[in-house]
């Protein structure tokens, strides 16, 4: 009798039983699926906050190069669509053009800057853009920036550059 118990505790001493190894199976897999789930809504986080600051930068440089335009004008003529910058370059008249357009044609309208009869994009997702004269020599500028459901507004007062500077 005494060499049945060796051997029953031996049995013992070999592995785990199936249901063990069921339990552990299932506790791996719930410890998986919560560390996928936090990984995917961390993914979904980041890429939220790319979108936003992809926005918030094209409206920023769109902003940007239409103030630089305006400060550095002789006049400026905004006619609801079209912003139009005349300026002295090397002693002879020029005169830009910034529109929203699709020339790409790929759905997502970019502001545009037209010089020497030569569209150059400057922002793209930028969906509303306007100008206002407050006083004289002195504009308001507007601009929307858009993607899916996210807007960004950038708003910007500039004085143009007098011909007394």
């Not at 410890?31 to 094209?58: H, N, P, T, W």
């Not at 020339?103 to 309208?109: A, L």
């Not at 206002?132 to 550059?161: C, F, H, M, P, Y």
Request: proline fraction near 2%; include cysteine.
């Amino acid at each position: 009798m005494a060499g049945l118990t060796k051997k029953t505790g031996r049995q013992n001493d070999k592995g785990f039983t199936l249901l063990e190894v069921l339990v552990s199976l299932v506790i791996t897999g719930i410890v998986a699926a919560m560390v996928f789930q936090l990984y995917i809504s961390q993914y979904r986080m980041a890429k939220g906050l790319m979108a936003d600051a992809d926005l918030s930068f094209a409206a920023v440089r769109a902003g940007q190069v239409l103030t630089a335009a305006i400060s550095t004008a002789e006049s400026v003529v905004w006619t609801g669509k079209v912003l139009r910058i005349n300026y002295l370059e090397n002693g002879k008249a020029m005169t830009d053009s910034y529109y929203l357009a699709d020339k790409d044609f790929n759905g997502v309208p970019d502001l545009y800057r037209e010089h020497l009869g030569v569209p150059t994009p400057v922002a793209s997702r930028i969906y509303e853009f306007y100008c206002t004269g407050v006083k004289d020599g002195l504009w308001q500028i507007s601009l929307v920036a858009e993607q899916a459901e996210n807007a960004v507004t950038w708003q910007r007062t500039v004085r143009v550059r007098s011909s007394s500077d």
